[in-house]
């Protein structure tokens, strides 16, 4: 998984597995999800907007992996 925080376009986007991306569908305000051709999630992403955190909030995210 790769996570890019693009500063110019104040978003977050989380590339879940590669691919070609062959469409793209917003699911909720500033949220939006990148498909395969198999309609398999392959990216998320989180833009910045008044119902979302601000680009500050998104620099200062914290990852914790889980265990299984």
């Known amino acids: 998984?790769?996570?890019k925080l693009d500063t110019?376009?104040?978003?977050l986007y989380f590339r879940l597995a590669e691919g070609d991306v062959v469409e793209?569908?917003?699911v909720?305000?500033?949220v939006?999800?990148?498909y395969d051709e198999d309609m398999r999630v392959?990216?998320?992403e989180i833009a910045n907007?008044?119902?979302?955190?601000?680009l500050d909030d998104l620099s200062n995210i914290e990852f914790e992996l889980a265990k299984t």
């Open 49 to 54: 907007n008044e119902e979302t955190s601000s």
């Open 32 to 34: 939006i999800l990148d």
């Open 42 to 44: 392959v990216g998320i």
């Open 1 to 3: 998984m790769r996570v």
């Open 28 to 30: 909720s305000n500033g």
């Open 24 to 26: 793209c569908e917003e």
């Open 8 to 11: 110019e376009n104040e978003s």
